[in-house]
């Protein structure tokens, strides 16, 4: 309950792991509440929660292991926007369900993942 994410949260890389965050606590608190389909908590904890987690720290380890400042960058903030404009997508196609949702979701995570490869990926070849 002492959490307060805010301060930190003006620093966008840890700003954007609090969103994956938020994504959880959002999916507990719907899971909890019954609302909406059985399916929306899971959309919030693994498109949300998971999909932000892994795009915020894999930006932050990967630019500190290649040797560049951990900065959010335009390419991170690409990939974190892409991840929740997919989570959004999703949480609205458990409420309204048509193979659009999936598809234009699928579509997104498909371009946050392939900035990933084209940006990110590189340092981890490339190591410190």
Do not use: E, K, N
């Amino acid at each position: 309950l002492g959490w307060r994410p805010w301060p930190a949260s003006r620093v966008p890389m840890i700003g954007a792991i609090h969103l994956g965050v938020a994504w959880v606590v959002a999916g507990y608190a719907l899971s909890l509440a019954s609302v909406g389909p059985p399916s929306l908590p899971y959309h919030c904890w693994l498109l949300g929660g998971m999909g932000t987690f892994w795009a915020a720290l894999s930006l932050r380890v990967c630019r500190g292991h290649g040797g560049l400042p951990i900065v959010m960058g335009r390419d991170g903030a690409a990939i974190v926007g892409l991840v929740q404009l997919a989570t959004i997508t999703r949480v609205a196609g458990a409420f309204w369900p048509s193979p659009w949702h999936f598809t234009a979701a699928g579509l997104l995570l498909g371009g946050a993942f392939a900035t990933w490869l084209w940006r990110i990926a590189p340092l981890v070849r490339r190591g410190g």
